[in-house]
């Protein structure tokens, strides 16, 4: 079995960091891309650009990571967004 050391962005790119820094280590704007099922409760959290996540339910899905906040959703009222930017957008 394969292992990797992943290290979430946020702690090498903090809140507060340039749009420059960010860059370089090819992250995008959004430090947080998560969002909070109305059905579950399940609080969900997309971790890089192609991390697709459902909730337990299967009712929201979350995807993108810091570049962009895909969501796929039952219903448009079953979900909350929670998504926090980069102060520096």
């Known amino acids: 079995m394969k292992t990797t050391n992943y290290i979430p962005y946020q702690e090498y790119c903090p809140i507060d960091c340039s749009v420059e820094y960010r860059r370089k280590y090819h992250v995008g704007d959004i430090f ?52 926090v930017a980069y102060e520096n957008v």
Do not use: T
């Open 32 to 83: 947080e891309n998560k969002a909070k099922c109305l059905s579950c409760g399940d609080v969900i959290m997309s971790k890089n650009r192609h991390d697709f996540i459902w909730c337990s339910c299967g009712k929201l899905g979350v995807d993108g990571g810091s570049h962009y906040a895909k969501r796929i959703f039952q219903s448009i009222d079953g979900w909350e967004e929670l998504s």
